[in-house]
């Protein structure tokens, strides 16, 4: 799939790799180390569930350790208060650990079963509530946190890091601007950075119906950014 002219150049233009996925731009070594390290962090977490299933509560304590920033994050974009945020992803864990021998392994990371559970208790509030979507930026945005990084690099100095952090909060401010599927689906890929298969599994979609929706979400993206950021 070709990247549109709009995200052509600066960050946007590598958002939008990140966005279609680039496997040209990663050595093919790398690339399997990758997914092999992905492949038994998976693996090691849905270890933890079956535990957790058989009883051991200090295994749910760990899977609780490894996705807690995964849900905070999510509802704290989503909802725009740091209080409730945590209070949403406390019920998370709760209903969690009340279901926890309903869930079986499906191929995915446990974590995408997380995610829907606070998604529900997102909409639930959403329903139930005037609401309106204020982005916090200074906590979802925290350099190596998430893909949202775009234009640091390990190496970067306090002015290189001050630019980096702006263009952040630009392009969350923009996602904000975003539909609703596609403000979603944005958050779930890439400031959660959930698979496509996870995505659609989230959000009761298809695959082929995911990225359809994350490709009119770059492109509004790019429409939305200021100029000097695409």
């Not at 899977?63 to 740091?82: A, H, K, M, S």
């Not at 279901?99 to 829907?116: E, H, K, L, M, P």
Request: aromatic share 8%.
């Amino acid at each position: 799939m070709t990247v549109p002219t709009a995200v052509s150049r600066g960050p946007v233009f590598m958002f939008a790799e990140r966005v279609f996925g680039r496997p040209s731009a990663v050595p093919l070594s790398r690339q399997a180390a990758d997914d092999e390290r992905a492949e038994a962090a998976k693996a090691e977490a849905w270890e933890l569930v079956r535990a957790a299933q058989d009883g051991d509560s200090s295994a749910f304590g760990r899977l609780y350790d490894r996705y807690v920033d995964v849900v905070y994050r999510y509802v704290l974009f989503r909802l725009g208060d740091r209080d409730l945020a945590e209070d949403v992803t406390s019920e998370t864990f709760l209903r969690a650990l009340r279901r926890i021998t309903s869930v079986s392994y499906q191929g995915r990371d446990v974590g995408a079963w997380f995610v829907t559970i606070a998604r529900n208790l997102v909409l639930d509030h959403v329903k139930s509530s005037r609401f309106k979507l204020e982005v916090v930026t200074d906590e979802v945005t925290e350099p190596g946190s998430a893909p949202f990084s775009v234009g640091a690099t390990a190496q970067a100095g306090p002015e290189q890091e001050a630019i980096s952090r702006a263009t952040r909060t630009e392009l969350l401010r923009c996602v904000a601007e975003l539909g609703d599927d596609q403000r979603e689906c944005i958050v779930l890929r890439f400031l959660q950075g959930l698979s496509v298969a996870e995505t659609a599994e989230i959000m009761n979609r298809n695959e082929g119906a995911i990225k359809a929706l994350q490709h009119r979400a770059v492109r509004r993206l790019a429409q939305l950014l200021p100029t000097g950021l695409r």
